[in-house]
């Protein structure tokens, strides 16, 4: 396995695997965001620039502001609806976007994060008729096969696993269809996918195939459901999932992992990815549960961070750059430790205006000037949660701004969380970080 696969490409490109959500969907830039915000105002504290620069409650405020005098703009209606989506606010997201979708029914990234509403929800067959509207046809199939429960939780009210590797990627054990154990990336920013050999072990049927990007290739996407996943003491049962004859990642010499867990699975749970004490901890999501999760983490003064999931499976926090923020970066496990070593991944100009040492005399990703320059922060933290001296990427384009449609301070990689522990809460939408 090249260490190509640690380049950019993989990070732009990974999220072309949403569950239920298009590839290529045509997206609004910042300029005709801006132009099409009709009776928004275009100074620089408009709801449409703060939307973009992620202030996303002042920005949900403009939009009220708007709504209050013209109820029927369909733009506001949408930011809002979207706003609330990044938040797992699931009746105002479906309120606010069915509103937008009935006044521009061309509107196709609307009836997209309407879509994702829905799936987020496990409400499966309400997502169906709008990804067939917007040309997603294979994960319509998925879903319409779906019967009983989707992810139905089965076994203990929580189970811990310990990562049997770190690098390049964390790796837990699980079994598929009762089948013996098998090595899985922990990946937050990718799908429940296979490989081609784990669906055929485990009797899968392929409903539907889509051409997608893994990376930096091209592979048939296969989609179907599989009947039962255990995580240690816990089973998921009835649960959509992708495999594709892609290469994952691995180390030279050693077998590829049996596919990736994301978080599509993750938000099922109150999940726990403990970089430092390597262990990976999922927690059914009951108010006793979160309840004794928040006691013990006000016992140890855990950072609690808001949390936004953005194109169905990246979630976002804050974060700063040698003082520089916080504002909203999103967090990747998923992005390779053997790429240099890289921890965070930005643009050029942020790299600058956050005094970011810039080497240009060093090989990049590709090994040549012209994508990607390396450079050294003094500084990186996530809240209270500070590492020193780390070394990442400016990148010449922007990261994923054009598919979340607001900016990001950048990726902090799994080189930067190493040290941490990361609990996601999906319900009350917040990020515990703590040193281990």
């Known amino acids: 396995m090249s260490t190509e696969n640690t380049d950019r490409r993989k990070f732009l490109r990974q999220a072309g695997l949403t569950v239920g959500a298009a590839t290529v969907l045509p ?37 009220a502001r708007i709504l209050s005098k013209d109820p029927n703009n369909a733009r506001a209606n949408a930011q809002r609806g979207y706003i609330a989506l ?161 290469e994952l990642p691995h180390p030279l010499g050693k077998p590829q992992p049996a596919g990736t867990f994301g978080s599509t699975l993750f938000y099922h749970f109150l999940t726990t990815i403990d970089f430092g004490d390597q262990t990976f901890t999922l927690r059914q999501k009951t108010s006793a549960q979160l309840n004794a999760f928040q006691a013990e983490a006000r016992r140890a003064n855990t950072d609690r961070l808001p949390l936004w999931l953005a194109d169905t499976r990246i979630p976002c926090s804050l974060g700063s750059l ?24 930005t643009t050029e100009a942020i790299a600058k205006r956050a005094g970011a040492r810039l080497d240009d005399t060093r090989p990049n990703l590709y090994g040549t000037k012209d994508d990607a320059t390396p450079f050294v922060v003094h500084r990186t933290s996530l809240g209270r949660m500070t590492a020193r001296n780390l070394y990442g990427f400016a990148l010449k384009k922007p990261l994923m701004d054009d598919r979340f449609r607001f900016q990001t301070l950048g990726n902090f990689s799994m080189e930067f969380l190493k040290p941490f522990a990361l609990t996601f809460d999906y319900a009350g939408m917040s990020v515990y970080v703590s040193h281990t």
């Open 322 to 345: 040698n003082g520089y923020g916080p504002k909203v970066v999103s967090l990747n496990a998923g992005i390779e430790g053997a790429a240099g070593a890289a921890s965070v991944f």
């Open 86 to 246: 990044l938040s797992n606010r699931f009746a105002d997201a479906e309120k606010f976007l069915m509103k937008a979708i009935g006044l521009a029914p061309g509107d196709v990234f609307s009836k997209q994060q309407l879509a994702d509403c829905y799936v987020r929800q496990d409400q499966f067959a309400q997502a169906v008729p709008l990804l067939r509207a917007i040309g997603q046809d294979a994960y319509a199939k998925q879903y319409a096969s779906l019967s009983g429960k989707p992810y139905e939780v089965r076994g203990a009210q929580s189970t811990r696993l310990p990562f049997k590797a770190l690098n390049p990627l964390p790796l837990i054990e699980a079994s598929v269809n009762g089948g013996p154990a098998a090595k899985f990336i922990i990946d937050t920013g990718a799908p429940l996918a296979f490989t081609m050999e784990t669906a055929k072990k485990a009797g899968l049927r392929s409903v539907a195939t889509s051409t997608e990007a893994v990376g930096y290739q091209t592979v048939t996407m296969h989609h179907g459901v599989v009947e039962s996943i255990r995580f240690g003491d816990i089973e998921l049962r009835n649960v959509p999932v992708v495999w594709h004859d892609g």
């Open 27 to 63: 997206l609004l830039g910042a300029e005709t965001a801006e132009a099409a915000g009709a009776g928004a105002a275009t100074s620089g504290s408009s709801p449409d620039r703060l939307f973009r620069d992620g202030r996303f409650k002042e920005a949900d405020q403009g939009y």
